[in-house]
C-alpha cells in the first residue's frame, strides 16, 4: 500500500519524545547518523515505499511503526474461527503464474506472543484482524470493551444457506461496527462500536435513534449513514427511515480522550471507566447523535445487508445481490434527495461494489469473476480483468490504489493493484482455522510499545 507521506506539525516533537523513551531503554540509534532525529524523520517520511525503510535497520523499522510517522494502508477484516485452529506458518512462492502471498500467518495475540487457541478458547464469536502488508503477518485487534464478550449469530436454521450479516464500515480512519444479530435473534448493538488503528482503543458511538440491523450502510465524506432495516421486528416506518452521523464529532472526542489516556496510568485508568460510562469522555458535544433524513418511498431496502457507496457526494445502493432483478436509488446528499439509479448502473451491479476514495466505483461480477469499474459518461461498465478467484466474491473494499476483494470461501482477500498497467493480483491467505466475514482498507496500527 502506497504511504501517504504527509507529515503533520507535530512530527519534531514527537520525534523527540519517541527518542527519550529509546534512550530510556537502551535501544535508541540514530536515524541518520550525523544528522537530528527530526530532520532525519521529515527526510525519510518524503519515502513512498515503506517497505524499503523497513528492509534496511531496526531504527527505521521502529519509525514505520511510530504514531508521528505517516501511516501506510493495510487489510483490516472480521474473521470467523472455525471448529479447528491450527494456526502455522507457510512461505511465500509462485504458482499457476500468479503470486500467492502466503507469507507468515502466524497469529499475532494481544499479548505479543504467538500460540495456537482451540475453537473452545475463543471468548468472541468473532474475531478482528489487522494484516501489515509490511512484515506480511496478521495480527488480531483488542477485542471490544463489552462485559460479556460480544457473541454473535452469524447462522441460524431458518437461513440455512447463508451468513447473519454483521454490517461494518470504514470512516474517517476509523473501523465502525453498525449492526449485527445475537442469537436470540435480536439486534446486538444499540450504538456502534468503533476502532481507531492509531490508538489500539474501542469507543462507543452515539445510540441510534432506531436500533436496526439488515439494512443500508455506507458512509461518505466522514459521515455515516443506516437506511431501512427492522428492528426487533418488521416494521414499515423503520424500514423507510434513513439516520446520520457525523464523525467529526467522534474525531474531536477522540483527541480529547487521548489526551486523557496519555497520562498517568491511574489516571488512564480512570477515564477508560468514564469512557465506558460516557462515550463522550466528558466532553459535551451537541453533534454527538443521529440525525434524520429524507425517507425511502417504501420497505424494500430491508431484505438484507446493503452496501450504500460514497461516490462522489451521492450514496449509491441496491436491494439485491447477485443476478436477481434488483432495485437501485441514489441519495444525493447536498440535496437531501433520492433518485433512480441510471439504468446501466444497475444493470452492472452484480456483485460486491466499492468506491476508490469516492471517485470511482469497482464492482465484482460474482458469476463471472469479472471486476469492473463505473464509466458515469457512458453510463456503462469498463472490465479490468477476469480471474476465477473473484468467483463468488462476497466484500470488497478501494483504497489507495488497490481493490481487496473477499473470495467465495471467505479463505484469502485477492488484492488487485487497478493502477498497474496491466493490473497486477496477489491473493493474501487468510490464517488457518478461520473465514472472512468482511475486509476494510485503513491505516496501519501504531506500534505504541516500540515508541
Given amino acids: 500500500m502506497n504511504n501517504s507521506a504527509i507529515i503533520t506539525s507535530t512530527a519534531a516533537g514527537a520525534a523527540v519524545k519517541c527518542r527519550k523513551k529509546l534512550h530510556q531503554y537502551n535501544q535508541y540509534q540514530s536515524l541518520i547518523p550525523g544528522l537530528p532525529d527530526d530532520i532525519a524523520q521529515i527526510c525519510l517520511s518524503l519515502v513512498q515505499e515503506p517497505l524499503t525503510l523497513y528492509s534496511v535497520c531496526q531504527s527505521w523499522r521502529r519509525l514505520v511503526y511510530s504514531p508521528p510517522f505517516p501511516p501506510f494502508l493495510s487489510i483490516y477484516s472480521l474473521l470467523k474461527p472455525l471448529q ?40 468472541n464469536s468473532v474475531e478482528f484482524a ?54 436470540h435473534m435480536l ?10 488503528p492509531l490508538t489500539h482503543k474501542w469507543t462507543y458511538g452515539p445510540p441510534l435513534a432506531i436500533p436496526r440491523r439488515w439494512c443500508a450502510a455506507g458512509a461518505s465524506q466522514g459521515v455515516v449513514y443506516v437506511a431501512s432495516g427492522i428492528g426487533s421486528h418488521y416494521n414499515l416506518e423503520v424500514a423507510r427511515t434513513v439516520e446520520k452521523w457525523d464523525l467529526k464529532s467522534y474525531n474531536n472526542c477522540n483527541q480529547q480522550q ?35 433524513l429524507s425517507g425511502l418511498k417504501d420497505g424494500k431496502f430491508s431484505r438484507e ?5 460514497g461516490w462522489r457526494e451521492k450514496l449509491c445502493m441496491v436491494n439485491v445481490k447477485g443476478d436477481a432483478a434488483k432495485e437501485g436509488i441514489i441519495y444525493d446528499i447536498e440535496s437531501d434527495t433520492w433518485q433512480e439509479m441510471p439504468e446501466g448502473m444497475l444493470v452492472g451491479w452484480r456483485g460486491p461494489t466499492a468506491a476508490m476514495e469516492e471517485e470511482i466505483i469497482y464492482t465484482v461480477d460474482e458469476s463471472k469473476g469479472a471486476l469492473r469499474k463505473y464509466d458515469q459518461e457512458n453510463d456503462s461498465w469498463i472490465e479490468i480483468l477476469e ?32 493502477l498497474a498497467e496491466p493490473p497486477s493480483l496477489v491473493v493474501v491467505e487468510t490464517p488457518v482455522g478461520f473465514q472472512v466475514l468482511d475486509v476494510h482498507i485503513l491505516p496501519r496500527m501504531s506500534q505504541l510499545d516500540e515508541c
Avoid at 489526551?259 to 496510568?265: A, P
Avoid at 445487508?305 to 457507496?309: S, V
Wanted: proline share 7%; net charge positive.
Fill in 130 to 183: 489487522n494484516f501489515d502488508p509490511i512484515s506480511a503477518k496478521w495480527q488480531l485487534l483488542p477485542p471490544p470493551p463489552l462485559d460479556p464478550p460480544l457473541r454473535l449469530l452469524l447462522r441460524h436454521p431458518s437461513f440455512i444457506s447463508r451468513h447473519l450479516p454483521i454490517q461494518s464500515v470504514s470512516v474517517s480512519g476509523n473501523l465502525i461496527i453498525l449492526t449485527a444479530t445475537t442469537d
Fill in 187 to 196: 439486534r446486538a448493538l444499540s450504538r456502534p462500536l468503533v476502532f481507531n
Fill in 258 to 292: 487521548h489526551q486523557c489516556n496519555s497520562r498517568s496510568d491511574i489516571k488512564s485508568n480512570r477515564n477508560q471507566q468514564q469512557q465506558r460510562n460516557n462515550p463522550t469522555c466528558g466532553v459535551k458535544n451537541k453533534g454527538w447523535k443521529w440525525e434524520k
Fill in 387 to 418: 480471474n476465477e478467484m473473484l468467483k463468488g466474491a462476497q466484500h470488497m473494499a478501494a483504497a489507495g490504489g488497490k481493490v481487496c476483494v473477499v473470495n467465495g470461501g471467505g479463505d484469502g482477500i485477492v488484492v488487485v493493484n487497478v
Fill in 305 to 309: 445487508a446493503i452496501e450504500a457507496i
Fill in 84 to 123: 479447528y485452529n491450527n494456526i502455522s506458518s507457510v512461505i511465500s512462492h509462485v504458482r499457476s503464474g500468479e503470486r500467492r502471498m502466503y507469507a507468515d500467518l502466524t497469529l499475532i495475540l494481544k499479548d505479543g506472543e504467538t500460540s495456537e487457541r482451540p475453537s473452545a478458547q475463543v471468548k
